[in-house]
């Protein structure tokens, strides 16, 4: 689907009033586009002999962007896919008790995929977040406005994602399944909320402002 879209196509696409892409969508994309920044200040500072003491770092934090990056993208497909399902699951037929059961069964595995695809977005959004503080202290601070901006969006396609974990936990039925998808949500928002604040304020000190 991605490879598919121009960066207008996709952006049509989001607007006309279908159901996807949509916002689960718009997490993963956020959570690439920060992976890339990651990459793009990483590039800006290996090779430069002022920066060759943290080039080891540098390149750990490239390779680990380009396939969190990647995996990101593939979230994206995936939202799409797990979103089409859930509505197909809706669709089918309830005429017997047979069918019934079976359409019950259809709609509460999509909703579980379509809440383990979120998940799965947020987790890499954490992850390219904890990159940021490391790429603001080590970086080339010529570009520590894009530094800054990673974190911004990795953050943003973290809450995006996360509210699409919560839209579908209460049309689920397995308490067990619902209670583990809360516990890894909330985790997740707090690494992710703790790896803001030390960025912003590192940020802060790059680029010469007032914290707030």
């Keep these: ?38 990459s793009m200040v990483c590039r800006l500072t290996l090779g430069r002999k002022k920066y060759a003491a943290v080039a080891e770092t540098i390149q750990g934090l490239l390779d680990r ?53 979120p998940l799965a977005t947020m987790a890499a959004c954490v992850e390219v977040l904890e990159m940021c503080p490391t ?22 396609g973290l809450e995006i994602a996360a509210d699409n974990v919560r839209i579908n936990l209460p049309s689920i039925t397995d308490a067990a399944f619902v209670t583990a998808c809360t516990d890894k949500l909330q985790t997740l928002l707090a690494a992710g909320e703790q790896a803001r604040q030390a960025a912003r304020a590192l940020a802060a000190t790059r680029l010469g402002v007032a914290q707030g």
């Design 1 to 38: 689907m991605l490879k598919e879209w121009s960066l207008r196509g996709f952006l049509d696409d989001l607007a006309d009033g279908t159901a996807t892409p949509g916002g689960g969508a718009v997490a993963a994309l956020n959570g690439a586009q920060a992976a890339a920044l990651v």
């Design 65 to 117: 962007a380009e396939i969190l990056r990647g995996h990101l993208l593939d979230l994206l497909d995936r939202d799409i896919r797990a979103y089409d399902d859930v509505m197909a699951a809706y669709r089918l037929p309830k005429d017997t008790e047979a069918q019934a059961r079976a359409r019950d069964e259809a709609i509460q595995q999509a909703l579980r995929e379509a809440t383990l695809t």
């Design 135 to 156: 790429l603001l202290a080590h970086g080339n601070p010529n570009a520590a406005s894009d530094a800054a901006a990673a974190a911004a969006c990795a953050f943003a």
